[in-house]
Every structure is written in structure tokens, then in C-alpha cells.
């Protein structure tokens, strides 16, 4: 059964983590210059993959002994935000071989490939398996993340400048790293309470 509430927190982690990522702006380079829905189904195909890796990682984690894991959780989502915060705008863009014509597989294949490669390891990948060990609820994490991802992505490719233009990017990610802050101290706070 799918929590929904479960769901929307995990949306709303993984969305804002994933917001100020390069990727996004990858996503806007490809989606100027193909059509949108050809390189959003590469990317959300990635993402998928993305997710699935993530949850299945994190349901590793399940089975070490509840404490250890909310501290192992914790301490991972303190990481995250302090990464968040440290992160240097350096104004890089995924570099990407646009694919020569506009065929369906030629667009989709660049947009899954640049993600594919650019997100392995990511830390909204990290922090989807936090959340599938943090909840112990893979459907739920799984659906909240690919929710969010998509979310991302299709802003970045449909007007990811506008946005920009109303939301500083600083702010959100910002965000990001006070909610991954809060999820830290709470799962410490599991991991060491009597």
C-alpha cells in the first residue's frame, strides 16, 4: 500500500535537492534545441533507473539493527545538507554530444545517456536510498522520487529559466539543506533517545 504522505515528503526532499542541480540546466540545453517530449522520456526513463538503484540500496540498509541505521541515516542526511550548503555555483553545464539528427532514439538515448552518467552517485540518488532506509517503505520513496525527479526534469526543459528568474537558486537550495538538517537531527535523535 502506498503512503501517500510518505510519498509527498520524499517529493518534496528529493525535488528541492535536485532543483539547483546542473542537471536541470542540462535538461533546459537539450530541451531548447530538441523537441521536449523526445528528450524528457530519455530522462525520465534514467531517472527510473536512478530510483530503483537507490530504493534497492536502501532496503539494504533495513536490516541492520534500528538504531545503527537511524544513525547511519542521520548522519548521511547531515552530509547532504552540509554538502548542499559548501556547494560552489560554478556555473559548469553537463557536457553532453548533441546527437546528430532529431530522430525519437536519438534524442531520447542523449538525454537518458547524460543522465544516466551525470546522476550515478548523485546526491539525490544518496538520498532517495536514505529515504527507502529512513521509512522502510520502498513503493512510497520510489513513487515520491520519481515524482520529484520528473518534476525537475520537466522544468528544466519547459522554462527553467523562468523560474530561475522568480526563485533564486540560492534560496532553494537553501531549503534543501534545512529540511535534510531536519531529518538528520530526527534520525539522530531515534538513533539516541532511551
Not at 531520447?108 to 538520498?127: C, H, K, N, R, Y
Amino acid at each position: 500500500m502506498i503512503s501517500f504522505s510518505v510519498a509527498a515528503v520524499v517529493f518534496g526532499v528529493v525535488f528541492l535537492a535536485e532543483l539547483p542541480d546542473k542537471t536541470a540546466l542540462a535538461g533546459l540545453m537539450l530541451g531548447t534545441r530538441y523537441r521536449a517530449s523526445y528528450v524528457f522520456v530519455g530522462v525520465a526513463a534514467a531517472f527510473v533507473l536512478h530510483v530503483v538503484l537507490a530504493v534497492a540500496a536502501g532496503s539494504v540498509l533495513t536490516l541492520l539493527p534500528h538504531r545503527l541505521l537511524q544513525a547511519i541515516v542521520g548522519l548521511l542526511f547531515l552530509a547532504g545538507a552540509v554538502a548542499l550548503l559548501l556547494k560552489k555555483d560554478d556555473g559548469d553545464e553537463e557536457q553532453v554530444k548533441a546527437p546528430a539528427d532529431e530522430s525519437f532514439w536519438k534524442v531520447s538515448g542523449a538525454g537518458f545517456m547524460l543522465i544516466l552518467v551525470a546522476e550515478f552517485g548523485d546526491l539525490t540518488q544518496i538520498m532517495t536510498a536514505n529515504l527507502a532506509a529512513r521509512y522502510d517503505d520502498p513503493l512510497s520513496v520510489g513513487l515520491g522520487a520519481v515524482l520529484a525527479l520528473w518534476a525537475v526534469a520537466a522544468l528544466g526543459i519547459l522554462g527553467g529559466r523562468t523560474l530561475m528568474r522568480f526563485v533564486p537558486l540560492k534560496l532553494i537550495t537553501r531549503v534543501a539543506a534545512l529540511l535534510m538538517l531536519g531529518l538528520a537531527a530526527f534520525s539522530l535523535y531515534e538513533a539516541l533517545a532511551p
